[in-house]
């Protein structure tokens, strides 16, 4: 028989923090000055919770940037003592872990190429074995959720009891409307299965574009999503990676106020 999982309701993580969550920032942390200005302003609107940068990128092809490294986290660090804000970070293997927590990043996450890899998620969880982390699980790029929930059950199974999940969308072949189509199914079987578990949405990789962020996001909301990760940055079409998806500060703020929550509707 499986193990019964004890998850910590998202409401206890932060419990100042109203639903639904939100996570912002780069792509990519590129410069000090880039990924500062931009959480900065992200902080102005009032709207972001959490200030999320990509510091170690997994690329899809060689000779693309790969991600500034370690430094970044000082940039980041840095960026919360200046705005107050919690931090996020895409980990990958121990380094990361333990780069990460040396930093005080709040919460680590593992990436959509990560969790199809039970070795490295296995590492992950090993480096997490006794400390008070607070993890969310990308799904599997491929739409396979018992690879997901093996992925939360590792995590689970290391101490971890401040667990999410991120519907991030599932990569398939050829053209279609959305980069990763969201097929949200997936996440709603996940979340029957796991009823205790904070689901965030991820319209940005979703999306491929920022048109259908708006509409991307409200969906979550109607699903009851706990929260949104949207990539931002200050300058979008100057961004060092995904580019077409990321949108500044100010538009950020206008599709989180554009939002209509469960609680409004009813
Ligand atoms: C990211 O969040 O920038 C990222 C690489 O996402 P994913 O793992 O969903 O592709
Ligand atoms: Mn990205």
Redesign the pocket.
């Given at each position: 028989m499986k193990d019964r999982m004890t998850i910590e309701p998202i409401q206890n993580w932060f419990p100042e923090i109203e639903r639904p969550l939100i996570i912002s920032g780069p792509?990519s942390a590129e410069t000090e000055e880039q990924l500062i200005s931009t959480c900065q302003q992200l902080a102005a609107t009032g709207e972001v919770d959490v200030l999320r940068a990509?510091i170690w990128?997994?690329r899809t092809r060689p000779n693309n940037f790969e991600g500034v490294g370690s430094i970044g986290l000082k940039w980041l660090q840095k960026a919360k003592e200046l705005t107050g804000l919690r931090t996020a970070v895409?980990v990958a293997n121990i380094k990361h872990v333990y780069e990460a927590l040396k930093h005080g990043v709040d919460i680590l996450w593992i990436?959509?190429?990560t969790t199809v890899n039970p070795f490295s998620v296995q590492e992950i969880a090993d480096a997490l074995q006794g400390v008070d982390a607070t993890v969310l699980v990308?799904n599997p790029i491929n739409a396979d959720l018992e690879l997901w929930i093996g992925a939360i059950e590792r995590i689970h199974k290391a101490g971890v009891r401040k667990i999410g999940a991120i519907h991030?969308g599932f990569s398939k072949y050829g053209e279609s409307k959305f980069r990763n189509a969201p097929q949200w199914q997936i996440p709603i079987e996940l979340k029957r299965r796991l009823p205790e578990i904070a689901m965030i949405c991820?319209p940005s990789?979703i999306c491929g574009n920022r048109e259908m962020l708006a509409e991307i996001s409200q969906e979550a909301m109607d699903l009851n999503f706990d929260g949104l990760m949207i990539?931002s940055h200050r300058t979008p079409d100057q961004a060092l990676s995904?580019a077409k998806q990321q949108v500044t500060p100010d538009r950020l703020a206008e599709i989180t106020k554009g939002l209509v929550l469960r609680k409004d509707k009813a």
């Open positions: 792509c990509g990128k997994p895409e990436g959509a190429r990308k991030r991820d990789h990539e995904d």
